[in-house]
């Protein structure tokens, strides 16, 4: 059995093992946030591409989009953001929006469209309308923010083509909500809609489509750059690309805007449970009940 002091002095050890395992901890949840992976934001012409459909039955009007994507590396994707709105040349008949199907889908052996024959890699319903949230007027039409968190994270592999696919659900005569057009894309998408005498066709559409998806980055060491000499930065500024996109709306409904993707969100830091301070504190109490006690 120990004698007190000996107590006393494996419980100092204990307390100073676990704060070195707090801080260690610690270090690691600062080292991984959540960020950016891949991002196509808003293009300034704003143009909204419908993708979407009259639930439950569907209707010879409704739209779906797929959009593609590459990443330089493999990375886990927690979570999908896209903007959108509503076409304001339909007057609303399409309703509010009540749900969002959000999947991703492989590629033709081509890599040239989506392999819609065969079910998606993943597919969630958002279950509600994706936190739509108004984020500014332009020209008297509301552009709207959503997110979605994926129920499990999406494990994307270096050099592969996925397609994200983002579909509204609407309730009211007819579907009228859309996507935003984008940049930085490949600079088409794809596209299901209604052909002649009530076909279903699929084709690729000129036009990319405003999208960002986030998962866990390790942020780049800080890099210092020397005071004694001066550093020009050249800001280059590249024109807006204005790009064309087909939809089965009477007209193009033009949205110039401005956001770009969300900033990218920390992770939560758990500070220690204990420092060394802590301990050093609890040492001396220790110590001073043995010494009362003796």
């Not at 704060?19 to 080292?31: E, K, L, P, R």
């Amino acid at each position: 059995m120990l004698s007190r002091s000996g107590r006393y002095i494996f419980l100092f050890i204990m307390i100073v093992l676990g704060s070195i395992m707090a801080v260690s901890s610690n270090v690691q949840a600062q080292s991984v946030q959540q960020g950016v992976v891949y991002n196509q934001p808003i293009d300034p012409a704003g143009l909204l591409v419908q993708s979407s459909w009259l639930d439950p039955d569907g209707s010879d009007f409704d739209q779906y989009i797929w959009e593609n994507f590459t990443l330089q590396t493999d990375q886990s994707i927690n979570t999908v953001n896209w903007y959108g709105g509503y076409d304001p040349l339909k007057f609303g008949r399409g309703g509010a929006v009540t749900d969002f199907t959000v999947a991703i889908y492989p590629s033709i052996a081509a890599g040239s469209e989506p392999a819609v024959a065969n079910p998606p890699l993943v597919e969630y319903q958002t279950g509600g309308n994706a936190g739509e949230s108004a984020i500014e007027m332009v020209n008297g039409i509301p552009m709207y923010s959503y997110t979605f968190n994926l129920p499990a994270p999406f494990q994307a592999v270096a050099g592969a083509k996925y397609w994200v696919y983002i579909v509204a659900s609407q309730t009211g005569s007819s579907p009228d909500w859309g996507v935003a057009s984008g940049l930085n894309g490949n600079g088409h998408h794809y596209q299901r809609g209604s052909g002649a005498g009530g076909d279903i066709m699929y084709r690729s559409i000129p036009g990319d489509i405003a999208f960002s998806l986030l998962g866990p980055t390790v942020p780049d060491a800080p890099t210092s750059t020397p005071t004694n000499a001066p550093v020009d930065m050249p800001t280059v500024t590249t024109a807006p690309t204005v790009g064309s996109v087909y939809t089965d709306t009477p007209a193009p409904v033009v949205v110039p805007t401005s956001t770009t993707g969300p900033a990218p969100t920390p992770s939560p830091q758990n500070p220690p449970c204990f420092s060394p301070a802590v301990a050093l504190v609890l040492l001396f109490f220790l110590f001073r009940v043995s010494n009362r006690s003796l």
